[in-house]
């Protein structure tokens, strides 16, 4: 079992001030796979002191400082990527593959992003009577979900170091094996002493003390609304820039054509990946009416043909992240059955032949945009079909949601689905499986603020400096 006991703040290994410890629990076999400390006020105090004092010689390096760093961590994450695979398979059950595929690999490329993007960034630009200048806001607060976790640290950590914030980070509770690793990386790598900085433990507790701390200057947080709601209401008495990225209910629209099982099938499948605990899951997935009994037919065929199972084995699907997870995701299916949807595949309890281990059934249902299972963020592997007239009702629905992170349009007649995305309220929309490094991604409504991802992530961690007369 892994034991990562230790924080990393200045440059160095160190005991938490109060000894306290938490195991995390690899959900495939509900048995202990890492302890980790459990930090205090204490501790966070004292990385953002490592960060404050380590912010004015790293605010002013240069670009090729900043580059000749990024590149060394990113040698370092290479031969050290089997390592982090197979942290992220223990400590939230994603399937081997997927693991050391998608995952890993998104941390990979946000790192390489975060050199393009920094080679080309001008951060002094003349513009007429003044010069505009970026500069970094400072020391960073970083926290982190669990269900994508180099992901959604990569995309924080890199572009911070590239515009030449400081930051401490607070990896989940719940998935930290992969962040205590990624310290080791940065370390190995040579990040200058008070940099970077990691404390482990609640968000109760480490996330309240950065987001009401006096010398952080920004938080950047991934996870629930309700916890950024209140990250925000933290962070209001200090005036600190707040960047949130939250739930979503995101819609997949499947247009009419001869494509439709096969886009309806490949909607449901990838619904599925991760256990479906991604933020921008296509969890609502839009269908002609005039077609849905064919829908009904390929969405039941791959839903029921995804198979779930040992992360360490050959299964498209493992487990969700823990107990607390499991109990939601069934309660929710219970609701869709006590509301009247058409339950299709999946249902509730394990799947059969799994007695242990935290697995949910790939679930659909046929029902309306105005049930509960069709307006609130489920997590998991439960996906809804709602029937549309035409175009216009599709887009319709689609926006009729409290949130708006993710959208999807998939067919063949291009025109029109460029038509339709561009009438969805949501902040990013993949056309045909489109994907892009360099996309910005995050929210309208209640899916949060700002924008990560590519240069305009970098924005998130910059202030805007005008010298007029220059």
Same mark, same amino acid.
């Given at each position: ?7 990393y703040?200045d ?7 109060? %000894?306290?410890?938490?195991?995390? /629990? @690899?959900?495939a ?13 204490a !501790? ?7 960060? #404050? ?34 942290a +992220? ?5 994603? %399937? ?15 790192l ?14 003349? #513009? ?6 970026y500069?970094?806001i400072?020391?960073?607060g ?12 990569? =995309? ?13 980070l ?14 080791? +990386? ?10 970077? @900085?990691?404390?482990? &433990?609640?968000g ?7 987001s ?6 920004? /938080?950047?947080?991934?996870?629930s ?11 209001? !008495?200090t005036v600190? #820039? ?33 256990? &479906? ?8 997935l839009l =269908? ?16 029921n ?8 084995g050959?299964?498209?699907m ?32 394990r799947?059969?032949?799994? !007695?242990?281990? $935290?697995?949910?059934?790939p ?6 945009n ?14 809804? /079909?709602i ?11 689609? @926006?009729d ?9 998939? &067919? ?17 929309? $993949? ?12 929210g309208?409504?209640?899916?949060? @603020?700002? #924008?990560? $991802? ?14 007029? &007369?220059?």
């Amino acid at each position: 079992m892994r034991e990562y006991l230790k924080f990393y703040i200045d440059g160095q290994w160190v005991d938490p001030v109060e %000894p306290k410890t938490s195991d995390v /629990i @690899n959900p495939a076999t509900e048995e202990p796979a890492g302890r980790i400390s459990m930090g205090t006020a204490a !501790d966070v105090n004292k990385a953002v002191a490592a960060a #404050r004092k380590a912010f004015p010689s790293w605010s002013q390096t240069s670009k090729a400082e900043r580059l000749e760093v990024l590149k060394s961590i990113q040698a370092e994450y290479a031969r050290r990527q089997p390592e982090l695979g197979e942290a +992220i398979m223990e400590e939230m059950g994603a %399937p081997s593959s997927l693991a050391n595929g998608f995952h890993v690999g998104l941390g990979a490329g946000h790192l390489q992003t975060a050199i393009e993007v920094l080679e080309k960034f001008e951060f002094e630009q003349a #513009r007429g009577a003044h010069v505009l200048r970026y500069e970094p806001i400072g020391v960073c607060g970083l926290i982190t979900p669990w269900n994508w976790p180099m992901n959604q640290t990569c =995309v924080k950590v890199f572009p911070a170091l590239a515009t030449g914030c400081t930051m401490i980070l607070k990896p989940p509770q719940l998935a930290s094996l992969s962040a205590h690793i990624l310290a080791e +990386i940065l370390d190995a790598a040579g990040v200058p002493a008070g940099v970077f @900085n990691l404390v482990q &433990g609640s968000g109760s507790v480490i996330g309240t003390v950065l987001s009401k701390h006096e010398d952080v200057d920004m /938080i950047s947080f991934t996870g629930s609304e309700p916890v950024g709601v209140q990250i925000q209401k933290d962070a209001a !008495d200090t005036v600190k #820039r707040v960047g949130l990225e939250l739930g979503g209910k995101s819609p997949w629209i499947v247009l009419d054509d001869d494509q439709l099982a096969t886009n309806v099938a490949s909607a449901t499948a990838g619904m599925m990946g991760n256990s &479906g605990q991604t933020c921008s899951a296509g969890s609502r997935l839009l =269908v002609p009416n005039s077609r849905m009994a064919e829908a009904i037919e390929a969405a039941t065929a791959a839903a029921n043909g995804v198979s779930v199972g040992d992360p360490r084995g050959n299964f498209a699907m493992g487990p969700v992240v823990s107990k607390g997870q499991y109990n939601v995701i069934q309660e929710y299916i219970q609701k869709g059955l006590d509301e009247g949807a058409q339950l299709i595949a999946g249902g509730l309890g394990r799947p059969e032949g799994l !007695d242990k281990g $935290w697995y949910v059934k790939p679930t659909v249902f046929v029902g309306t945009n105005d049930m509960v299972i069709a307006r609130e963020e489920i997590f998991g592997p439960v996906l809804v /079909i709602i029937g549309y007239d035409d175009a216009d009702q599709a887009v319709e629905i689609a @926006n009729d949601s409290p949130f708006g992170l993710g959208g999807y349009v998939t &067919g063949s007649d291009v025109e029109l689905a460029r038509s339709i995305a561009r009438r969805m309220r949501t902040g990013a929309i $993949w056309i045909n499986n489109g994907f892009d490094f360099h996309a910005p991604f995050g929210g309208y409504k209640r899916s949060g @603020n700002g #924008r990560e $991802w590519g240069d305009y992530g970098f924005h998130e961690y910059l202030e805007i400096k005008s010298m007029i &007369g220059f």
